[in-house]
């Protein structure tokens, strides 16, 4: 291994993608080659639809994805997409899809294995087994995702775009169908904090509740428990859950897989402390995490992390739609401005070894500038964000070098 890098830091097998610590605390990836990578990569890529006009010369039906993606300083992709930037050398991020082993708790904001299952523990090393396989010798396959695009139904925070009142985990479970393990154990989860009476449980969450019917009846209806003493279970269960799976998904890829990282899923969208608290190593090495959740820059546990499902033009669009100003240059400009400062403060955390743009193609839709894809619907660049990223891309490994040290032995 490099000698600039602190031994006791790895993680990861030689010969494949590391990580670890240089000596100033920084977090890197390490190529199998043994120089620092610093991941920039896109989620989602695949062939794109050609418009009807040229880009610097050359029609779009005639451009591969890797093209652009090099060209934009881009060196992986994420998972979520076809072969494409894949079979063209670049590094990339592949995920196992648990929640296809067995039966998947789906639900508004959830979409998890069925972890309390006895047979859980069974049917995810079968599925890790039929799908690491091929992979295992791989020297461009950055990592391991157990899920791509978990959802965990956390409470919503102040400042979120979703609205207020949604049922979370813990309500969603105490409602499942019966045939869910997950359903038995989160009401024998919750009695045993509560004296085992549905009374107790009642008081401690000032909710009135006649019977285990009540919050099946409010979770139908969107109705979500949002009191101090149901957030304080809720955040319980949530940590329970996380552990489970994280553990679980951990071992079953582990052992189809010895050589690749473990980057623990991608998320939806922020899932909150409880989620993440599980969400580390041993059972994860680097943890992608929402680029709205990266840990404080001087937490000494923190890292190393991935800044996951970055993109700004969905945050901006819901201001500048408030605010009446969506057709306005300002606000463009405002979404830019953001965007750059948040991709700096990024390259220069000692925990962030590199990045996932969230979102390759622009969904059915979305409008420029404020649609979230690097490519447009017809098969356009999106260059109000792809000029900011390539330009981003090209210094990030210099501003990352740069990085204040922060974190000590």
């Given at each position: 291994m490099?000698?600039d890098?602190r031994?006791?830091?790895?993680r990861?097998a030689?010969?494949?993608?590391c990580?670890?610590q240089?000596q100033?605390g920084?977090?890197?990836?390490?190529?199998?080659g043994g120089?620092?990578?610093?991941?920039?990569?896109?989620?989602?890529?695949?062939?794109?639809?050609?418009d009807?006009?040229?880009?610097?010369?050359?029609?779009?039906?005639?451009?591969?994805?890797?093209?652009?993606?090099?060209?934009?300083?881009?060196?992986?992709?994420?998972?979520g997409?076809?072969?494409?930037?894949?079979?063209?050398?670049?590094?990339?991020?592949?995920?196992?899809?648990?929640?296809?082993?067995?039966?998947p708790?789906?639900?508004?904001?959830?979409?998890l294995?069925?972890?309390?299952?006895p047979?859980?523990?069974r049917?995810?090393?079968?599925?890790?087994?039929?799908?690491?396989a091929?992979?295992v010798?791989s020297?461009e396959?950055?990592?391991?995702l157990a899920?791509?695009?978990?959802?965990?139904?956390?409470?919503?925070?102040?400042?979120?775009?979703?609205?207020?009142?949604?049922?979370?985990?813990?309500?969603?479970?105490l409602?499942?169908?019966?045939?869910?393990v997950?359903f038995h154990?989160?009401?024998e989860?919750?009695?045993a904090?509560?004296?085992g009476?549905?009374e107790?449980?009642?008081?401690?969450?000032g909710?009135?509740?006649?019977n285990?019917?009540?919050?099946?009846e409010?979770t139908?209806?969107?109705?979500?428990?949002?009191?101090?003493?149901?957030?304080?279970d809720?955040a319980?269960?949530?940590?329970e859950f996380?552990?489970?799976?994280?553990?679980?998904?951990?071992a079953?890829?582990?052992a189809?897989?010895?050589?690749?990282?473990?980057?623990g899923?991608?998320?939806?969208?922020?899932?909150?402390?409880?989620?993440l608290a599980?969400?580390?190593?041993?059972?994860?090495?680097?943890?992608?995490?929402?680029?709205?959740?990266?840990?404080?820059?001087?937490?000494?546990?923190?890292?190393?992390?991935?800044?996951?499902?970055?993109?700004?033009?969905?945050?901006?669009?819901?201001?500048?739609?408030?605010?009446g100003?969506?057709r306005?240059?300002?606000?463009?400009?405002?979404m830019?401005?953001?965007?750059?400062?948040?991709?700096?403060?990024?390259a220069r955390h000692?925990?962030?070894?590199?990045?996932v743009w969230?979102?390759w193609l622009?969904?059915p839709?979305?409008q420029?500038?404020?649609?979230?894809?690097?490519?447009?619907?017809?098969g356009?660049e999106?260059?109000?964000?792809?000029?900011?990223?390539?330009?981003?891309?090209?210094?990030?490994?210099?501003m990352?070098?740069?990085?204040?040290?922060?974190?000590?032995?």
């Amino acid at each position: 291994m490099p000698g600039d890098f602190r031994p006791e830091t790895f993680r990861g097998a030689e010969g494949f993608f590391c990580a670890g610590q240089d000596q100033a605390g920084r977090w890197w990836l390490i190529e199998p080659g043994g120089r620092p990578f610093f991941c920039k990569a896109v989620q989602g890529v695949r062939a794109t639809p050609a418009d009807s006009g040229d880009h610097d010369g050359t029609p779009t039906s005639a451009i591969d994805p890797a093209v652009r993606l090099r060209r934009w300083g881009f060196n992986a992709v994420g998972a979520g997409g076809a072969d494409a930037g894949r079979a063209d050398g670049l590094a990339f991020m592949a995920a196992v899809d648990f929640c296809r082993a067995g039966a998947p708790i789906v639900a508004p904001g959830v979409r998890l294995p069925d972890v309390f299952d006895p047979d859980w523990p069974r049917l995810a090393v079968a599925r890790a087994a039929e799908v690491c396989a091929p992979l295992v010798s791989s020297r461009e396959l950055l990592g391991w995702l157990a899920d791509d695009g978990s959802g965990w139904a956390q409470p919503a925070a102040a400042d979120s775009s979703a609205g207020p009142g949604r049922p979370t985990l813990l309500q969603i479970c105490l409602s499942l169908e019966p045939g869910f393990v997950a359903f038995h154990a989160a009401w024998e989860f919750v009695l045993a904090l509560h004296g085992g009476r549905l009374e107790s449980l009642a008081r401690a969450w000032g909710v009135p509740l006649a019977n285990r019917e009540v919050v099946r009846e409010r979770t139908r209806a969107e109705q979500g428990l949002a009191t101090r003493g149901y957030l304080r279970d809720d955040a319980r269960w949530s940590r329970e859950f996380a552990r489970r799976y994280f553990t679980s998904t951990a071992a079953a890829i582990r052992a189809a897989d010895p050589n690749h990282l473990l980057l623990g899923g991608r998320f939806a969208g922020p899932v909150g402390a409880s989620v993440l608290a599980e969400c580390v190593y041993p059972a994860v090495d680097v943890a992608l995490c929402d680029w709205r959740e990266l840990p404080a820059a001087g937490a000494p546990s923190a890292g190393p992390v991935l800044a996951g499902n970055v993109g700004w033009a969905d945050e901006a669009f819901h201001v500048a739609l408030a605010t009446g100003s969506a057709r306005r240059l300002t606000s463009v400009e405002r979404m830019l401005r953001r965007g750059r400062a948040a991709l700096v403060r990024a390259a220069r955390h000692p925990a962030v070894a590199g990045y996932v743009w969230g979102q390759w193609l622009d969904e059915p839709g979305e409008q420029p500038p404020f649609a979230r894809g690097l490519v447009h619907a017809n098969g356009a660049e999106a260059r109000e964000h792809t000029e900011l990223l390539t330009e981003f891309n090209f210094r990030a490994d210099i501003m990352r070098s740069a990085a204040p040290q922060t974190v000590s032995p």
